[in-house]
């Protein structure tokens, strides 16, 4: 998608950045774990496959896309309006993904359904609350940047407007840490027993109350949400 391709998000708690041609080498390398094939029902793909990837997440208008980098060692000034590319999302910065994917609800050509997905993937950063930072941040933003997200979609799907009907996320069920953290911003379960494909499904009830994310981001200390331009040049 390109409504974030040149947009940074700072909080106390984790960095936002479009993902770049620059992160596919660490992004590749992750991919090569098992245990995240697993997590994230993927398969492995060669480099060159993965670059055409980060292609196709920059432009397709139903993925929004940011890699989650470790938040400033330093202040940021408020006079500084630029994140220049490498400052903060260098490979030793970057820890994970995520990911909102927008498809057409079967019963309203005019609304979509969101899907949210995340991966910390270094072992080292997990369960440090960088997951829950990195979705309370994208939900912030999806929140102030609705319109221009679901019009992009709409001029994909060919019609005038386009509204948000749900928010939900998918998980497998052997991935309780991931469960657990959905469900501690307010995700709740479909069904008590994992579908067909051994995933839970998760909703997020009345996430465009105004306020409610807001909230969350005050109650898990996530601090200094601010949207700045990103530049690789």
């Not at 995933?199 to 996430?207: A, D, K, Q, R």
């Not at 409610?212 to 601010?226: A, C, N, Q, S």
Request: contains cysteine; proline residues 4%.
């Amino acid at each position: 998608m390109l409504a974030n391709e040149n947009t940074a998000i700072l909080t106390s708690m984790v960095t936002l950045v479009p993902y770049e041609k620059s992160h596919v080498p660490t992004y590749h390398n992750w991919m090569k774990d098992p245990d995240i094939q697993e997590a994230t029902a993927s398969e492995p793909l060669s480099l060159e496959e993965e670059y055409s990837m980060q292609v196709s997440w920059r432009q397709d208008s139903d993925k929004l896309t940011f890699i989650a980098c470790m938040p400033s060692r330093a202040p940021i000034s408020d006079q500084e309006t630029t994140l220049q590319a490498g400052k903060l999302d260098s490979p030793d910065q970057i820890i994970g993904d995520v990911n909102l994917f927008l498809t057409v609800a079967d019963e309203d050509p005019e609304g979509c359904i969101g899907e949210l997905e995340l991966m910390i993937a270094p072992t080292s950063q997990q369960r440090q609350g960088y997951g829950r930072a990195t979705v309370l941040t994208i939900l912030n933003y999806i929140q102030r940047n609705l319109e221009g997200i679901l019009a992009e979609f709409a001029r994909k799907e060919g019609v005038e407007s386009m509204s948000l009907l749900q928010l939900k996320a998918k998980i497998g069920g052997k991935n309780k840490k991931s469960i657990g953290l959905f469900e501690s911003i307010g995700f709740i379960k479909v069904d008590e027993s994992a579908n067909y494909f051994g995933e839970f499904e998760l909703i997020l009830e009345g996430f465009l109350e105004e306020g409610r994310t807001r909230g969350l981001l005050e109650k898990f200390g996530v601090e200094g949400y601010r949207e700045m331009r990103y530049s690789n040049e």
